[in-house]
């Protein structure tokens, strides 16, 4: 199918009515467009500026390293003293950090990164861009022939991405050292048996699967929340149901996003 009847399509199920088929074949539209204006962008004019997706990238990711690090690194301890009860009845305490590494890298970092990005970078975007429908802003660049989605969704998606990505990469190193903690200075265990024990544990399918998650992860959250505030109706009201919606969708679409990936590498043996 090209991508002119793919469009044409999509246009034609977000006509028919307000439902679901409206929802989707809306934020279809819109994921087509992105990738559209994303690719244009680099070879025609006005081409995308870097700057605008740099400051999207400190604003929407740089400033939620503290959160993603404490989180993180609890879920790391948390999981250092669940495990050793019932690796320790087996005699493997010393398998502790083979089971936190290969979590943590395969599935908690990514999945647990994207949640807190929703409600930091998912609720922010939906509530900006909201406030620019209510202010008519959007309508102000169409005015003056700036497509909105080239200007404004484009570098939101691209930050996010490369953002989710990067705070996933911190989000294993930080977990995987809180489990270190425990291992060490609670089990009374050697460090170094630790790392080395993790070490050995990663493949580089791991940290792959892990990264190729955090990718699509980052991907769903920019695209919803932009989705969500570029439909809102109804004023600062609208802007704050907008709001709520994408972080509780994007949730949603994260996790089960997780659950067929699971699932494909299951089958894949991967």
Same mark, same amino acid.
């Given at each position: 199918?090209?991508?002119?009847?793919?469009?044409?399509?999509?246009?034609?199920? &977000?006509?028919?009515?307000?439902?679901?088929?409206?929802?989707?074949?809306?934020?279809?539209?819109?994921? /087509?467009?992105?990738?559209?204006?994303?690719?244009?962008?680099?070879?025609?004019?006005?081409?995308?500026?870097? =700057?605008?997706?740099? +400051?999207?990238?400190?604003?929407?990711?740089?400033?939620?390293?503290?959160?993603? +690090?404490?989180?993180?690194?609890?879920? &790391? #301890?948390?999981?250092?003293?669940? /495990?050793?009860?019932?690796?320790?009845?087996?005699?493997?305490?010393?398998?502790?950090?083979?089971? !936190?590494? @290969? =979590?943590?890298?395969?599935?908690?970092?990514?999945?647990?990164?994207? $949640?807190?990005?929703?409600?930091?970078?998912? *609720?922010? !975007? =939906?509530?900006?861009?909201?406030?620019?429908?209510?202010?008519?802003?959007?309508?102000? /660049?169409?005015?003056? *022939?700036?497509?909105?989605?080239? +200007?404004?969704?484009?570098?939101?998606?691209?930050?996010?991405?490369? #953002?989710? !990505?990067?705070?996933? $990469?911190?989000?294993?190193?930080?977990?995987?050292?809180?489990?270190?903690? $425990?291992?060490?200075?609670?089990?009374?265990?050697?460090?170094?048996?630790?790392?080395?024990?993790?070490?050995?544990?990663?493949?580089?399918?791991?940290?792959?699967?892990?990264? *190729?998650?955090?990718?699509?992860?980052? +991907?769903? @959250?920019?695209?919803?929340?932009?989705?969500?505030?570029?439909?809102?109706? &109804?004023?600062?009201?609208?802007?704050?149901?907008?709001?709520?919606?994408?972080?509780?969708?994007?949730?949603?679409?994260? !996790?089960?996003?997780?659950?067929?990936?699971? &699932?494909?590498?299951?089958?894949?043996?991967?």
């Amino acid at each position: 199918m090209s991508q002119g009847s793919l469009v044409h399509l999509l246009a034609k199920v &977000g006509s028919r009515g307000e439902g679901f088929f409206a929802y989707v074949g809306g934020l279809g539209y819109l994921t /087509l467009e992105t990738v559209q204006q994303a690719t244009l962008g680099l070879v025609t004019r006005p081409r995308l500026r870097s =700057a605008d997706t740099f +400051f999207q990238m400190v604003r929407l990711g740089v400033k939620a390293i503290p959160i993603v +690090f404490l989180v993180q690194f609890f879920v &790391g #301890m948390i999981l250092a003293f669940q /495990l050793a009860p019932v690796l320790g009845d087996y005699g493997q305490l010393e398998r502790v950090g083979t089971v !936190i590494s @290969i =979590a943590v890298f395969r599935e908690l970092g990514p999945l647990l990164t994207a $949640i807190v990005l929703t409600g930091f970078a998912g *609720a922010a !975007i =939906a509530a900006e861009l909201g406030t620019m429908v209510v202010g008519e802003e959007i309508s102000a /660049l169409r005015t003056n *022939a700036i497509h909105p989605v080239r +200007f404004l969704v484009v570098p939101r998606v691209l930050a996010v991405i490369v #953002m989710t !990505i990067c705070l996933t $990469i911190l989000a294993d190193i930080v977990s995987t050292a809180g489990g270190g903690l $425990i291992h060490t200075y609670v089990l009374g265990l050697d460090p170094w048996q630790y790392y080395h024990v993790c070490i050995d544990a990663l493949r580089p399918r791991d940290v792959i699967t892990g990264l *190729a998650k955090s990718a699509v992860f980052g +991907f769903l @959250i920019a695209v919803l929340s932009c989705f969500e505030g570029l439909r809102v109706t &109804g004023g600062a009201g609208g802007v704050g149901q907008a709001t709520t919606v994408s972080v509780v969708l994007s949730i949603f679409l994260i !996790i089960a996003a997780d659950c067929v990936f699971v &699932g494909l590498f299951y089958f894949l043996n991967w």
